[in-house]
């Protein structure tokens, strides 16, 4: 199955400096890599996804990597705030996989 | 709001019992799916229904059982309850069996003592 790593775990950066977080995945088959970030005590919610026939999806300050032939997406925040803080998690998964496989998420702090 | 409910939000019993969670998908959702999140872990999928059938399954335990409903609502049954089994269950849907955003509920978080 669908194997899904992400780095680097715990993240602190300083107010506008950029963040970025990667993830691979193992299965070639892996076409749909949505980003959730998940604040305290809350649900995840999806930022940005990106399919594989993209290389690059950019919304506002936030954009998304994919290189199908290495299998590693990343997610790149630039002039971070300290609302960004939160937990942020990649995920994959195949057409007809029927679930998606998250990585063990990513403890993003900004310091003001 | 993403319009997935999830009852009920906390729950704390004993080891040894049984508990059901209950998950209403969004309107119009026909794929409800659950995930299991122990503290400070990260979200590991247990089950996949599409319009009452069993589509994917994860490493869900023995002890653990769901099902859809015909009105969509799906239930997630926990028994002989154990410490390690403390965790928040998220309930998912999404507008499309094969990829597609996730709308997530809040969640139900689960004590065993």
């Known amino acids: 199955g669908e194997n899904v790593e992400q780095h680097p775990s715990t993240l602190s950066v300083q107010e506008g400096d950029s963040a970025v977080i990667k993830c691979t995945y193992s299965d070639s088959a892996s076409n749909y890599f949505p980003w959730y970030k998940q604040e305290l005590g809350k649900r995840p919610q999806l930022i940005i996804d990106i399919r594989s026939n993209v290389g690059e999806k950019k919304d506002q300050r936030i954009a998304v990597t994919l290189n199908k032939t290495a299998k590693h997406f990343s997610l790149h925040i630039t002039e971070t705030q300290p609302e960004d803080s939160a937990v942020y998690f990649c995920a994959a998964s195949a057409t007809n996989a029927g679930k998606s496989t998250f990585g063990d998420g990513t403890t993003l702090t900004v310091k003001p | 709001d993403s319009g997935v409910t999830q009852t009920p939000k906390h729950l704390i019993t004993a080891t040894g019992q049984r508990v059901t969670l209950r998950c209403s998908p969004r309107?119009?959702?026909?794929?409800v799916y659950w995930y299991q999140q122990s503290l400070d872990q990260g979200l590991q999928f247990l089950i996949h229904y599409y319009n009452g059938e069993e589509r994917a399954k994860g490493n869900i335990l023995e002890r653990f059982s769901a099902q859809q409903f015909p009105d969509l609502h799906s239930e997630l049954n926990l028994s002989s309850l154990e410490l390690g089994d403390s965790a928040l269950y998220f309930c998912a849907s999404s507008a499309v069996t094969r990829d597609g955003e996730l709308f997530f509920g809040e969640g139900s978080r689960l004590t065993v003592l």
């Open positions: 309107s119009g959702d026909l794929s």
